[in-house]
């Protein structure tokens, strides 16, 4: 059983920085890519990063150039730094494991953490 937990959301003003970390148990298995996606009221979820195990990384438009994503070890496999963060940024960010299984790609999401940007 695979659990993804996040943490290092909360409250920040505009131009502030946060960074996002997820735990991890039960992650076994081969990983594909670890991501990061956010959800803002009343909007889809979208991709926010990617990073693929192998080096390939991923960004959304709209996050470049301020947010990075990082592997880490097994136990907390990994991180969002954002800074510059802006009042667009508030979302639920949900941590994601794209995950080789049984011949095939599985994806085990964490239960989010609030992100709020606001002055």
């Known amino acids: 059983q695979v659990q993804l937990v996040e943490s290092g959301g909360g409250l920040v003003r505009p131009g502030g920085s946060l960074r996002l970390s997820c735990a991890a148990a039960?992650?076994?298995?081969?990983?594909?890519?670890m991501a990061w996606y956010r959800q803002a009221p009343g909007k889809q979820r979208e991709l926010v990063a990617v990073?693929?195990?192998?080096?390939?990384?991923n960004y959304a438009e709209a996050v470049k150039g301020r947010v990075t994503i990082a592997r880490g070890d097994a136990s907390t496999p990994v991180y969002l730094e954002m800074n510059n963060l802006q009042p667009e940024d508030t979302a639920v960010y949900y941590c994601n494991a794209n995950i080789w299984r049984a011949g095939g790609l599985y994806d085990y999401w964490g239960q989010g953490t609030q992100v709020t940007v606001s002055s």
């Open positions: 990073s693929y195990t192998g080096g390939t990384t």
């Open positions: 039960g992650l076994t298995f081969s990983i594909n890519a």
